[in-house]
């Protein structure tokens, strides 16, 4: 079979992606010659697009031509307009409600089982949650030395991890938007992989309180350690010390269990995408998101200005008005934050994205909401919400992926899949990370930072169930433990970035 020059989606579209770089004068098919060099990723015109037409992919309009493009032109992204999003009230909703999801190989895995019944963890980690980031530089010092003189008494703890970030104080703490940071850490606290331990680091007089964060029944001195209350710099790294000590023992007793695949909570996201990440990652990504869901498992998918541009299609998929609803409300929401903050959705994408033939928004979003494949989606959250119910769920959140990582994480999300066309060596602290890529080149380029590869979709020499399955088992391979993904053993962790659209002061 000669090799594949390039990738039409659906019937309607206008236009396809060039599988590898193309020379101009090249016979794509008969009577379309590629008019110029079209780099690796970007769209040829099928036929003639006078300007103000459509430009068509994935069976929709991501753009309208601004001057006349030829038959075999590349298209890239100062050649087209971006169409209006579409309106959010009056969605329909409930009217594709796929039933018919692949049957996941396995139903069971090993985790940690919690004592209050949630989620399971995939990793056994001493979190130690501070209020405020002027806690950060002493909590550094001690867990250096946690690692060094405790962590080696414990075997069957995997990590400590400090929750550093950069609200607490100097902040808007009664602005209405407050309560998304606020949300955040509180829920992170309870993370499944912290086993129920609670350990709190505060300065004294900051606006963010431990009462802010803890519920009254956790506030106690076997939880709590506030610096101020401490005569000096040695008390207080023997204070965190002897807390942490006793922690870690009684994290070291969990063992993992076999559990059902309802006890699993994983998110989805992409970062870095390119114009084959729609075609390939994100499909097998969707593949393997519809076989957890039809096994039981809880899986959400993030990224609000992704989304916006496909959220009809989204709507259609929400089980009842209610989700619907939500949908709506968080995705108006989001378009008045942008209005605030006078920018728009052309915001997103990145340089590196149209370097990669991602055009603009529209084509991002089409692309990008493959990874949640077809399972009805049962709930919408705000940014860092938990689930009440299991299955598909839309989580809303920015689509920075080092914003997206801890909105997740405060859902509860034992584990992180992560798409990529460009590359990232994106990691996160708490749970792990499986990275796929879209493309054969990328797979080449950083062998040992992706776990899977989604290129050989593209090639023709692996279809979207076989990576998707692929995917699933490695899921649940390092889910379990059996294994680490290539972000945790290389321990490549982005910093825990809040999302905080409210004040600082
Ligand atoms: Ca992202």
Redesign the pocket.
């Known amino acids: 079979m000669a090799a594949l020059l390039y990738i039409k989606v659906n019937e309607k579209d206008n236009v396809a992606i060039a599988v590898n770089d193309i020379k101009a004068g090249t016979v794509l098919m008969q009577g379309i010659v590629a008019g110029q060099d079209i780099p690796q990723a970007h769209k040829v015109a099928l036929n003639d697009i006078p300007a103000g037409k459509e430009i068509i992919r994935y069976g929709v309009i991501i753009g309208y031509a601004i001057n006349d493009i030829k038959i075999g032109d590349w298209i890239n992204e100062t050649m087209l307009d971006l169409p209006v999003p579409p309106p959010v009230d009056e969605m329909s909703y409930a009217t594709n409600l796929v039933k018919d999801l692949p049957e996941p190989p396995v139903r069971t895995w090993e985790g940690y089982a919690n004592p209050n019944g949630g989620y399971a963890g995939t990793r056994n980690i001493l979190g130690i949650n501070t209020t405020v980031q002027c806690a950060t530089s002493v909590v550094n010092v001690a867990v250096e030395r946690m690692k060094r003189e405790l962590l080696p008494k414990y075997p069957n703890v995997d990590d400590i991890v400090p929750i550093n970030h950069a609200y607490g104080c100097g902040v808007a703490i009664n602005a209405p938007e407050s309560k998304i940071p606020i949300r955040t850490l509180r829920n992170v606290a309870k993370h499944p992989n912290f086993g129920g331990e609670l350990m709190v680091v505060g300065l004294g007089c900051e606006k963010f309180t431990v009462e802010m964060l803890l519920d009254e029944a956790d506030r106690t001195s076997d939880n709590v350690v506030i610096l101020q209350d401490l005569k000096g710099f040695a008390a207080m790294i023997d204070e965190l010390m002897k807390m942490a000590d006793k922690k870690l023992a009684k994290l070291n007793e969990r063992r993992r269990v076999n559990l059902s695949l309802s006890d699993l909570m994983i998110g989805m ?3 870095g995408s390119d114009a084959f990440s729609g075609i390939t990652a994100n499909p097998a990504a969707g593949y393997a998101s519809d076989m957890l869901v039809h096994g039981g498992a809880t899986v959400l998918f993030s ?1 609000v200005t ?1 989304v916006r541009d496909s959220v009809h299609l989204i709507g259609e998929r929400c089980i009842d008005e209610v989700v619907c609803k939500k949908l709506a409300d968080e995705m108006k929401w989001y378009d008045r934050y942008l209005e605030n903050g006078e920018v728009d959705r052309s915001a997103n994408p990145t340089p590196g994205n149209k370097k990669g033939g991602l055009s603009n928004i529209v084509e991002k979003a089409m692309g990008s909401i493959a990874k949640s494949g077809t399972s009805p989606i049962v709930e919408v959250l705000s940014p860092a919400e938990q689930p009440s119910k299991k299955g598909l769920i839309f989580a809303a959140t920015p ?3 080092i914003v ?1 990582g801890p909105c997740q994480l405060a859902s509860g999300i034992g584990l992180q899949v992560f798409m990529t066309g460009r590359g990232t060596p994106y990691g996160l602290a708490l749970a792990p990370v499986i990275k796929v890529c879209s493309r054969n080149d990328m797979k080449d380029m950083w062998s040992d930072l992706i776990d899977v590869n989604a290129g050989l979709i593209a090639s023709g020499d692996a279809t979207i169930p076989e990576v998707g399955t692929e995917l699933f088992n490695r899921i649940i391979d390092v889910a379990s433990g059996r294994m680490k993904s290539q972000a945790e053993k290389y321990r490549l962790h982005n910093d825990f970035c809040l999302f905080n659209p409210a004040l600082i002061t």
């Open positions: 996201q992409c970062g990224e992704e689509a920075s992926d997206c």
